[in-house]
């Protein structure tokens, strides 16, 4: 990541400091309120009782998708091309995800009551199954949490620092890490989601303050807006398919188009939203099926409106960075550092104190709840498939305090990977919620693969399972630009492979590797990860079919 110097500490005045304080009191006493009571039953503490409303649930599973990469990143999206991704990735994709994991996948997890998710491979097709699974949702859930984390580190270091550089990034993310550690580790997944009910709140109050203040900033009405927006094609939706010449091509390099929409992202959002556990441990939280399917679906129709608040603002940003002749005499004349930090910058240039608080409350309330989530989920897996099987026969209380120590492990790795993407991400290569999405399809092409098998299927076992699992990892690490871009670093010139009788440096031959595959977008790897993935697991027989059938309790 490019270092630069931008003043915006100084920005950050007094009464930004009050509102920002505030929201960390809010914070402080609403967790101490939620966690008040016993939590020494582990079914408790990470199913919460089976007791969660649906409508709380909406709220933490929408909370948990609307991450940092939403509040920075869908501006970034719109500021730059169009409203491709409202219509394919959150519309689209997203209703045909929640539809069919909420009447397939969340009723046969409620039909083998399952803590973790992945339970629900052991009974189909044995333990080793099951571990490799989670061990696979653990490792992706460090990637894409970690790279989530590492964007809430952006803001946290320019408030706190005047120049941001690599190390001060990598402090920013330090002291947030260790915020929502100590914040998650108070109450178990009831405290995370009445916490995500409260900062998704928040979220919204920011979202739309930052939208009627954009609009309030744009010397025009709204009809000139919309002729200015459509004239330079800002409201288009791209189909993803080209015709010419009678020709029909598939374009791959835009994540979010129609054509994708029905096939990589759909397979996609399923993946995240039926064999993430992250997401899926809150709908286990309702006391039925119909109830955690319902959830499910009814996060679809919040997320929708407060996403196309951050594209709105996007646009809104275009507006007034890019078309100094509507702007008049209100545009501005400073020069911008980049793009993936376009509605930072706006913040905290041009909103007036007190403003620019609440907005980046906003922002770290999206941080935090999306850190919170990942720690308790990953707490969760951990101590279900894996330290319940080792340490035998303890008491509730026993396995509750383990989770606690989990989610301290998890939260120092997520850190760690956070840190790390200070280094390899280059905004010239991916916005920011493309960077953010990419890394999850190394694990989820692979799980996908399996869950589809262990409920559609009486095929598969522990053994291709695992392969699934591997198969579909290492496919998907093929295709991506950043492996091999790390791997030319690395590699000297001295290591050649001869083509006839011409020899190449390796590292020249990785760059064009990278090359290539940044044409490749994340749903078409998706796509073309799954699909070896689930031929390998199907090529297993299978060892029990004891599973219980999809049928959700109406």
Known sequence: MPTHSLLLAA?????????????IAILIISGWWISRGK????????????????????????????????????????????????????????????????????????????????????????????????????????????????????????????EQTPTQMAIAIGIVTIVGILYTLTGGISSVIWADVIQLFIFIIAAGAALWLMLSYIPADFATIYQTLETSKKLTVDSGIDVQGGLITVQTTSPFTLIAAVTGLALFNIAAYGTNHDMAQRMLTCRSAFKGSAAAIGSVLVSVPVQAMFLAVGLGLFIFYKQPALMGDAAPT???????????????????????????????????????????????????????????????????????????????????????????????????????????????????????????????????????????????????PAVWKLAAQYVGDDYVFNIGKVEIPLRVKFEVMATRYKLISFPWRMVMAMVPALIVCLLGKRKSLQVQPAIADH
């Open 334 to 480: 400073y020069e911008l550092s980049g793009s993936h930090e376009i509605f930072l910058q706006f913040i905290l240039r041009e909103m007036p104190a007190g403003m620019r608080g609440l907005l980046l409350a906003g922002l770290f309330a999206a941080g935090l709840s999306t850190l919170n989530s990942a720690l308790n989920s990953m707490s969760s897996t951990l101590i279900s498939d894996f330290y319940r099987h080792i340490v035998r026969d303890k008491s509730s209380r026993h396995y509750m305090l383990a989770g606690r120590c989990a989610m301290v492990f998890w939260g120092l790795m997520l850190g760690g990977f956070a840190m790390f993407c200070v280094w390899i991400y280059d905004p010239a290569d991916q916005t920011l919620i493309s960077f953010a999405l990419s890394v999850m399809v190394i694990p989820y092409a692979g799980l996908l693969a399996v869950f589809l098998v262990a409920i559609f299927t009486n095929r598969g076992n522990s053994f291709s399972a695992i392969a699934a699992l591997f198969v579909g990892m290492i496919i998907a690490l093929a295709y991506e």
């Open 11 to 23: 920005t950050f005045a007094p009464l930004d400091w009050a509102v920002l304080a505030g929201y």
């Open 39 to 162: 939590h020494d039953d582990a079914t408790d503490y990470f199913l919460a009782g089976r007791n969660m409303p649906v409508w709380a649930v909406i709220c933490s599973i929408v909370a948990t998708a609307l991450s940092a990469a939403t509040f920075i990143g869908a501006p970034q999206i719109t500021y730059a091309g169009n409203l491709s991704y409202l219509a394919s990735h959150v519309i689209i994709s997203a209703t045909i995800a929640v539809l069919f994991v909420g009447f397939f996948f969340i009723p046969a997890f409620y039909a083998n009551n399952v803590t973790s998710i992945y339970e629900l491979l052991e009974v189909r097709m044995g333990r080793g199954a099951k571990q490799a699974a989670s061990a696979m949702f653990m490792i992706g859930q460090v990637f894409s949490s970690g790279a989530r984390l590492f964007m809430v580190g952006i803001p946290a270091a320019m408030i706190l620092f005047s």
